[in-house]
């Protein structure tokens, strides 16, 4: 009687997580500049308090890794911070490109849609208009359903008052039916200003999401809890729901007839 011993072989693979983040500064790392601020920097110690692992890379306004597609496939999420300067196309088309593979795009801002116009960045966005706004005092949220108004770090249904600081917004318009407003700035007491925030979501096969946060001066509704607790809770919200729903590594054919009228300015 042959004996037959069969061996199997348990590998333990300890890997990156399945998700990808990228942090993308159009700001250098050292600040020295008098208008340079730190931006993202500050960004990172909450996403370290979430114990979530990413990759931050500075000086995007020269280096312009946005319109690197071949860069960009390594992540599933980028949080893009982009101030005081118009995209170039290649941006907007590589940024595109990867969008619609199922990924999912944050841009905030000052000065992101004006100031300079930049109506690239509005296409990307899903915005159908662009440009420099008055000073918004406070922002109130018009869908809570959504998940950065609903999530892990909380629910948020009321009205926020915006730092001072970060009262610099832009011009911005939904484009219908894939973009809408989940939250509006308010001016004073009762005049209703542009969306604060907007979100794209695209259609199967793939999807992919973009959102549109207005304003966020140095990214400082992202950070500082001390003063504006409410939106660090819903930017946590926001990311918790880009890693729950991150792309795995199949990416069906696009149709991108259909894709390019969805962003077309």
């Known amino acids: 009687m042959k004996i037959r011993i069969v061996c199997l072989l348990l590998i333990v693979v300890i890997g990156t997580p399945a998700y990808q983040i990228l942090l993308l500064d159009d700001a250098p790392p050292d600040h020295g500049m008098p208008d340079d601020y730190p931006n993202l920097d500050s960004v990172c110690t909450i996403l370290d308090g979430m114990g979530i692992t990413y990759d931050h890379w500075h000086n995007n306004w020269f280096y ?40 999912f795009l944050t841009v905030t ?21 662009y440009g420099d ?15 950065i108004m609903d999530g892990p ?14 009262a610099d917004h832009d011009v911005c318009s939904p484009k219908p039916p894939h ?57 946590k919200n926001m990311v918790y729901y880009f890693i729950e729903n991150a792309p795995d590594d199949a990416v069906e054919e696009t149709s991108w007839g259909s894709i390019k009228d969805i962003f077309s300015p």
């Open 64 to 103: 312009k890794l946005s319109g690197d597609i071949k860069f960009l496939q390594d992540y599933d999420i980028i949080l893009w911070y982009n101030d005081n300067r118009a995209i170039e196309e290649a941006e907007h088309d590589a940024m595109l490109a990867w969008v619609v593979e199922g990924n």
């Open 109 to 129: 801002g000052e000065d992101s849609l004006g100031s300079p116009n930049d109506p690239l960045m509005a296409a990307l966005v899903g915005s159908t208009t």
């Open 133 to 147: 706004y008055p000073f918004c005092d406070k922002f109130t949220v018009t869908r809570p359903e959504n998940w």
């Open 153 to 166: 770090a909380g629910y948020f249904d009321g009205t926020y008052d915006i730092l001072e600081c970060a």
């Open 179 to 235: 973009t809408y407003t989940v939250a509006l700035t308010i001016i004073g007491d009762f005049t209703v200003g542009p969306p604060k925030i907007l979100v794209t979501e695209i259609p199967n096969p793939n999807g992919g999401t973009v959102v549109y946060w207005n304003g966020n001066w140095n990214a400082v509704e992202w950070w500082r809890m001390s003063q504006t607790p409410e939106t660090v809770n819903m930017f």
